[in-house]
């Protein structure tokens, strides 16, 4: 098994107002193997629960790439259904932990974001972005499809859009672009212009009733009381279609190109 797949981290710190700033890297392009997935859902389920913590920020390691999506090395060391639909699950878990979290999760894209990336931005309760920070979908293009991400993209850019990313997966699409559709609430010429700004947002919302942000993200997330199973059907699917001989070419071609 590639080293790659035990490499990463995640992080979380907690100031002085009650904003939890969660941290997730690893040094390919912020991929996402399956030990980072899980440790994601759990901090993001973990500060959830901490009353301390008013309102939470989502971001990734470095100034370049936010995520990358689905690790290439796990994808390629999956032999059998069950190691596959575990590992989709991870993706499951994050969308799920941050659906049901009870504190508003404000997300800081940085840079390009793809597959299991465009699924967390579009996980979070409101996200910020970068001029830099363009989407794909790329998951047909290995063979697979955005079946995990897909219902959290879908609810946040609507059927059409995500049918547009998900059918063309080799094609970038701008942040302006994602920006039009929803995905981004804001995007900036810089990451310190926007950093500026979701600091005053974050601290706004710390200083706000934390019954009200919590009831308000209920309602906001009406009709995706079935995602946890949804989403692990979705997981299963996923999990077959990595095993084919189609996908094992598509990403070892991938990873050579």
């Given at each position: 098994?590639?080293?790659?797949?035990?490499?990463?981290?995640?992080?979380?710190?907690?100031?002085?107002?009650?904003?939890?700033?969660?941290?997730?890297?690893?040094?390919?392009s912020n991929s996402l193997p399956g030990k980072i997935l899980q440790k994601?859902?759990?901090?993001?389920?973990?500060?959830?629960k901490k009353e301390e913590v008013k309102v939470i920020v989502l971001q990734s390691e470095g100034d370049k790439s936010f995520c990358a999506g689905a690790s290439f090395d796990e994808l390629i060391s999956i032999k059998d259904l069950e190691t596959g639909k575990k590992f989709f699950s991870?993706?499951?878990?994050?969308?799920?932990?941050?659906?049901?979290?009870?504190?508003f999760i404000i997300?800081?894209?940085?840079?390009?974001?793809?597959?299991g990336g465009v699924g967390l931005a579009s996980a979070v309760d409101y996200c910020f972005a970068t001029k830099f920070a363009d989407v794909k979908l790329s998951e047909l293009a290995v063979g697979i499809g955005p079946f995990v991400v897909g219902p959290a993209v879908e609810r946040k850019i609507g059927l059409s859009a995500?049918?547009?990313?998900a059918i063309n997966a080799t094609e970038w699409r701008?942040?302006?672009w994602a920006y039009k559709r929803g995905l981004y609430t804001y995007i900036f010429d810089s990451s310190t212009e926007m950093d500026v700004e979701i600091a005053k947002l974050a601290k706004r919302l710390a200083g706000s009733n934390p019954e009200a942000m919590s009831m308000?993200?209920?309602?906001?997330?009406?009709?995706?009381?079935?995602?946890?199973?949804?989403?692990?059907?979705?997981?299963g699917m996923?999990?077959?279609?990595?095993?084919?001989?189609?996908?094992?070419?598509a990403i070892n071609a991938f990873k050579k190109s």
């Open positions: 098994m590639s080293e790659a797949i035990n490499q990463g981290h995640v992080t979380f710190e907690i100031n002085s107002l009650g904003i939890g700033t969660i941290t997730f890297g690893h040094p390919l994601l859902a759990d901090t993001i389920t973990e500060l959830g991870g993706f499951a878990n994050v969308i799920n932990a941050a659906r049901k979290c009870p504190k997300g800081r894209v940085q840079g390009k974001a793809v597959g995500m049918s547009q990313l701008s942040a302006d308000l993200k209920g309602i906001f997330w009406q009709g995706t009381e079935n995602w946890d199973e949804l989403l692990l059907e979705r997981a996923s999990g077959k279609l990595v095993l084919s001989d189609f996908t094992i070419n």
